[in-house]
């Protein structure tokens, strides 16, 4: 039984018969056990698995715990256990319910919603403040959903940015455009799953007996109000206050620590010993962290007795000497490849390393920068998968098009509009057999100044330009050629796009589906694109190796992707896997290279944290838009305890390039790894005038 493997302290908080539980479970301590105990318990106590949900930071932290418990009650009983983040487990439920549900990634709907903004103009209003790019507001926007609870996003806006009130009426009526569309083509986003299932669960018996939630300190308030409303007999937290790193997504910390202030008879459990790191290491990390104000006490215990070696300060004369010092320190290593990790806290610093270890042969891989799913190829292919099953996705259909030189969002979605008319509401009867008699397919613009709408549609053009680029006669009749702004590039991408989704018809087997699409005229050219794109030099010349070496990289994809299609029979069942579990699934062997944000509850024999420098870690421009010293100072803690047996901490002291001298982070000064200094005063009487202002 898991529960016999439990210390003191899990045992008790495994077993506790309160109804709100708060298990403090800081880095190494055995939360996972804890956790995996507590359902043991449940079980043993005559609860039935479906009555159990567990909530996880990420799917594969659920799938690992369902495992675990697999183990001791078999996997019959284990998979009825409803486990997965707050936005598989609302997917799920909402599927239930509706089975048209469109799950699409916030970064794909950002196109949508840039389709939307660039339709309107600002050039009308006179004002000191620049206004926001589409992009910007849309991250705004979903800030503002995960963080504010009454408010509409127009009065949040004016609270919050009164500088922006001459745009207020423009910015919140591209919202409502926004997700009237989205409402239109049954799109939700990660922030939707939520919302609509807070709606569901206020008037659905979900059955649940008890309810853990995992990594609770990285909970949002509008995680937090799903709870609420789950309103469970039982509820089991656990989390570590200075392990909160997601302030940037809208993570309240507050939440965590207001537990017992919202359940008065909770109980809360502290795990002090730690299984992973060396006493050093531990040390140096808690010397560091226990200057942030303490919400609950704590005191960790070392458990570990075998001879250890401190923690060790690397420092270089400049920046880039630094990266390849790192690497050649790991190629002179015994650890194993896989048990080594670096560590980073800006991108550009892994692209350094990245560069030092490939100089020198040494494999690695990549998590927290552009991940495979992220990369604009991997993208393109899953948007074509997806309009192959669900042709109504007009966001896929945007993005595509995008590809096109000449076609932005908008006219992209002009596009798919006058297809859908063509087709009298399926794009692909659009495409093959068109509605001839309907001559202008485009929707006429609405006109309104005050909300930043302006007329720009020209009058329909010929399509005898396209006469001599060999389409299909039965192409060159559709009207949908007769778009002014097309061009002959454009019309080719429509054409290609056209002979690729004849070809796909009737196709069953996804990595079937993937091979055709990687292989087709389409993709060649939106290969050729994005190496051409990645290889331009500052001049505007074409860097022919490294275009050739891109394509390389792309074809790499193209068969991985293919690699991951070969276990499913199923297109629903890839294209689910691929858009929710895709930031769980890795790629690459050898050295890993992190963000902080991405090691998070990982951990390694050996761990170099790099760019160690006052600017950098901390990160002041992240801090100046709504970050802290504080947390800063968490993602520090959550790097440093990542180590088992060996840490580096790395800076150098000056950027060649930048011509910039740097001063070691404050938190070496804190470390003592650094003598404190005139200029570590300096750094302290900056923060503390900040915190007065």
């Known amino acids: 039984m898991p ?62 715990m369902v495992a675990r418990v697999a183990e001791y009650f078999g996997a019959d009983v284990a998979k009825k256990i409803d486990a997965g983040t707050f936005h598989a487990v609302s997917y799920r439920w909402l599927k239930k319910r509706d089975k048209r549900v469109v799950l699409k990634q916030q970064r794909e709907l950002k196109t949508l919603f840039r389709s939307v903004f660039e339709k309107r103009s600002f050039m009308h209003i006179d004002a000191d403040v620049q206004p926001y790019g589409g992009n910007h507001l849309y991250d705004l926007y979903s800030y503002y959903q995960n963080t504010e609870l009454e408010n509409n996003f127009e009065s949040w806006l004016l609270q919050n940015y009164p500088e922006h009130e001459l745009f207020a009426l423009i910015y919140a009526d591209v919202v409502d455009e926004f997700e009237a569309l989205k409402k239109e083509y049954g799109f939700l986003n990660f922030n939707d799953l939520l919302l609509e299932f807070r709606a569901m669960a206020k008037d659905t018996e979900l ?90 006490p704590k005191k960790l215990e070392v458990t570990r007795t075998d001879i250890t070696e401190p923690p060790k300060l690397l420092a270089f004369d400049e920046l880039f000497d630094q990266y390849h010092g790192v690497a050649d320190k790991i190629s ?25 270890l490939r100089e020198l042969n040494i494999n690695c891989k990549r998590k927290g920068g552009t991940s495979f799913f992220d990369s604009r190829e991997v993208k393109a292919v899953l948007d074509l998968y997806t309009l192959l099953i669900n042709e109504s996705d007009m966001m896929a259909f945007i993005h595509l098009f995008e ?55 020209l009058e329909l053009g010929a399509v005898g330009k396209y006469a001599k680029l060999g389409f299909e006669a039965k192409f060159m009749k559709n009207p949908i050629l007769k778009h002014p702004k097309l061009t002959k590039e454009s019309a080719t991408f429509l054409h290609n796009f056209y002979l690729l989704f004849r070809d796909l018809k009737g196709i069953k087997q996804p990595k079937t589906i993937v091979r055709k699409i990687a292989t087709s005229e389409l993709f060649k050219y939106i290969s050729d694109y994005l190496s051409t794109k990645r290889a331009t030099l500052k001049d505007g010349s074409i860097d022919e190796k ?51 944000h991405a090691s998070k509850g990982l951990e390694y024999k050996e761990v170099y ?58 938190f070496l000064y804190e470390a003592g790894l650094v003598a404190k200094d005139e200029n570590y005063r300096a750094l302290v009487m900056k923060e503390a005038d900040k915190e007065e202002k």
């Open 3 to 64: 529960l016999t493997r439990l210390n003191e302290e899990q045992y008790k908080a495994a077993t506790s018969t309160a109804n709100q539980n708060l298990i403090i479970a800081s880095a190494g301590t055995g939360k996972t056990s804890t956790i995996v105990g507590r359902i043991a318990y449940l079980l043993a106590s005559g609860v039935s698995p479906q009555e159990i949900l567990l909530l996880t930071f990420t799917n594969k932290a659920a799938a690992e």
């Open 207 to 296: 059955g649940y007996k008890e309810v853990l939630v995992d990594e609770y300190q990285d909970t949002n308030a509008l995680q937090g109000t799903l709870i609420d409303v789950m309103n469970p007999p039982s509820l089991f937290c656990v989390g570590d206050y200075d392990q909160s790193i997601y302030a940037f997504n809208g993570a309240d910390i507050t939440i965590i620590g207001s537990f017992t202030k919202k359940y008065p008879d909770a109980v809360v459990h502290t795990l002090t010993k730690n299984y992973r790191s060396s006493k050093p290491i531990l040390s140096l990390a808690n010397k560091v962290i226990e200057i942030n104000e303490r919400i609950y």
């Open 332 to 356: 002179q290593s015994t650890t194993a490849r896989e048990e080594i990790a670096v560590i980073f806290r800006n991108n550009s610093s892994a692209d350094g390393i990245e560069v030092g």
């Open 403 to 457: 590809f096109a030189r000449g076609i932005g969002s908008a006219m992209a979605k002009e596009l798919y509009i006058a297809l859908k008319a063509l087709g009298q509401g399926s794009i692909f009867y659009g495409l093959y057999a068109p509605d001839e008699s309907l001559k202008n397919p485009f929707e006429k613009r609405k006109l309104n100044h005050q909300l930043g709408l302006f007329d720009d549609f």
């Open 546 to 596: 490294q275009k050739e070496e891109s394509q390389v990289r792309i074809s790499r994809k193209m068969l991985l992707l293919q690699e991951l299609a070969n276990p499913y029979n199923e297109h629903e069942r890839f294209l689910n896997a691929m858009i929710l579990g895709s930031s769980d699934l890795t790629q690459g062997e050898g050295v890993n290279l992190l963000s902080v």
């Open 609 to 666: 944290v790099v760019d160690l420098m006052d600017g950098r870690f901390p990160n002041r421009k992240l801090m100046q838009r709504g970050g802290s010293l504080d947390e800063e100072r968490r993602l520090f803690y959550v790097a440093v305890t990542r180590a088992k047996d060996i840490l580096y901490l790395s800076f150098a002291k000056y950027d060649k390039m930048k011509k910039q001298n740097f001063l070691p982070s404050q």
